[in-house]
């Protein structure tokens, strides 16, 4: 299976042949703005190009909302993979509008970068699609803006005070705000009646998306052992606690990406199937694992047939009994867990009744995975100490959890 089947694109994009895109052909030619001369030598204007079009294909929009929004995409690209370009001309008093929002509705620009959310809001209030997405896009912006200003002002404090959790955050955080302009140019109506589903979806696709990038250099061999605080953090517990080595931080990435991955893509079914939202979250998704490399791995981790409970744990005593013997320690992991997976099925039982999944059944489904997690590093810790044996069956439940699936159907749109 490819990528583009998983997300159900009906295509998938193509970011490495060149294509002929004006807005890119014209991105920087003026010499007027210097950080677009110097971003227009970079691959992310090319690209940024071939993801908006991607994103726009089906859907009438005219010009100046289609710059407007490629723009944009340069930006979210350019800061997502810390081009040095914007370090240059990004100044003071420009991280000082970005942290304001240019006084509050991007009104004021005091350099490039707040010159591009400038613009942006000023053609997205002319959008068909704003009365409806209007304040949640500019929440998202707020969002993406403020967070990269402060990490200008930790950086400067400190070349590693970005830690690889507000990494991933921020990485999240401007790719939603990409989404939310994108259903604002598009006139998406779904926020009308789905806003808490619309929500959750936009924080799961940058869960999604923030991830995906960490993972993405331990797929190559390259990956950084600071990652850890990515896993041990959902957890609120320090790095140092539960000591894995890269490739089981790579493990446990690739893991908690799966669950993010599956939950995203449950979320989905509860949004409108023919709305502009739907559609743009899956393609803009599935542009961004393109583009960064962890495509294959989230086909490969998120495919399987979910096991049943007694799968699970025949699983989970294999790994127990790898070394010939179940410690004590072992032997309570193994016991939380069965008591945990009963209570699911028990959860799955009464959501199954009606043969349909609705939006709080998910979410209940989507919490009590979490709290099996969360009950299983519990108990690791009651003794202050995570053994070897431990740590490997905590890792065996961070894959396994994620298939823990109902297998009714998602409840018809109202």
Known sequence: MEVAELFDTGGG??????????????????????????????????EAARIVDFLLEDFQVDASAHEALFKFAVLVLAVTRAQPELRTHVDDADLDSLATAGGGDFEQAAGPMSRVFQGLMAVLREQPGWAVNGPAAQSRLRNAAAGYAQERRLEEFAADALTPGLAAASRGAWKEALVEAACVVCGDEGRNRKTEVADAVGRLLGSVVGLASELAPFLAGVGDERAVELVTQRFAIPPQVVKLTLRQIARALRATLELEVRDLLDALHHLDPLGARTQLVRRLVLAMLTADGSARAVVAATTSEPPSRDEVMRRMRAIALADGEVTSDERALLRRFDTQLHTFNELIERIEEDRVVDFDEFQQLREMRQT????????????????????????????????????ALTAPDS
């Open 13 to 46: 994009i193509d970011l490495e042949t060149p294509q002929s895109s004006p807005y890119a052909e014209r991105y920087g030619a003026d010499g007027s703005d210097a950080i677009e001369v110097t971003l227009a030598t970079t691959p992310v204007v090319a």
């Open 372 to 407: 099996i997690l969360d009950e299983l590093f519990r108990v690791a810790l009651a003794d202050a100490h995570v053994s070897d044996d431990e740590r490997q069956l905590l890792l065996r439940a961070m894959e396994l959890v994620p298939t823990l699936r109902s297998r």
